[in-house]
T-cell receptor
Framework: KNQVEQSPQSLIILEGKNCTLQ??????????LRWYKQDTGRGPVSLTI?????NTKSNGRYTATLDADTKQSSLHITASQLSDSASYIC????????????FGQGTELSVKP | KAGVTQTPRYLIKTRGQQVTLSCSPI?????VSWYQQTPGQGLQFLFE???????NKGNFPGRFSGRQFSNSRSEMNVSTLELGDSALYLC??????????????FGAGTRLSVL
């Protein structure tokens, strides 16, 4: 069954600290993996997209890694800011069934001052 | 460039009623996808339209339907509303297929409450 599992479900960190969010997937065949940030009351915003051949991609203080062999991805946030408080969603795209995006449940990150 | 616009932002309906939600994609984007988001289920894919044709469909009952117009604007309709339909409905547009490295741009969503 095609699934995307994220951990932890929620996380609280202090401003200025780093954190890492995890994403494990069983989607096959794999085409690409993306991370989204969703602020409360807003739609998700794309942070990174990685294909099979890419194992690291950065977007400012956000760095995503991908290990296609172990089917794991992580999103590392450096020097967190209060504005990083949001839900982070991992999504895997498969070309199966005409092309489908499989969404994880998200990790709720709260950055405290 | 204007983003994806969804209207209305908030909606309150009662069980049994029907509702129509609207989505205007980014200019030039021909693919529009709809999603339902609930705290328990996360984001669930409803359907995707491209050039007025439904190209892909999720696992939702027939009460959920949609369409796309020649200007790429899209509407989704939910008939015979149930309490469980209360959710945030998100629309996303992209140049082409939402996968394959085409970035999807999401609207702010329509918050539907069914009483």
């Amino acid at each position: 069954k095609n699934q995307v599992e994220q951990s932890p479900q929620s996380l609280i960190i202090l401003e200025g600290k780093n954190c890492t969010l995890q994403c494990n997937y069983t989607v096959s065949p794999f085409s690409n993996l993306r991370w989204y940030k969703q602020d409360t009351g807003r739609g998700p915003v794309s942070l990174t997209i990685m294909t099979f051949s890419e194992n690291t991609k950065s977007n400012g203080r956000y760095t995503a890694t991908l290990d296609a062999d172990t089917k794991q991805s992580s999103l590392h946030i450096t020097a967190s800011q209060l504005s990083d408080s949001a839900s982070y969603i991992c999504v895997v795209y498969t070309r199966n069934q005409g092309g489908k995006l499989i969404f994880g449940q998200g990790t709720e990150l709260s950055v405290k001052p | 460039k204007a983003g994806v616009t969804q209207t209305p932002r908030y909606l309150i309906k009662t069980r049994g009623q029907q509702v129509t939600l609207s989505c205007s994609p980014i200019s030039g984007h021909r693919s529009v996808s709809w999603y339902q988001q609930t705290p328990g289920q996360g984001l669930q894919f409803l359907f995707e339209y491209f050039s007025e044709t439904q190209r892909n469909k999720g696992n939702f009952p027939g009460r959920f339907s949609g369409r796309q117009f020649s200007n790429s604007r899209s509407e989704m309709n939910v008939s015979t509303l149930e309490l469980g339909d209360s959710a945030l409905y998100l629309c996303a547009s992209s140049l082409d297929k939402p996968g394959a490295k085409n970035i999807q741009y999401f609207g702010a969503g329509t918050r539907l409450s069914v009483l």
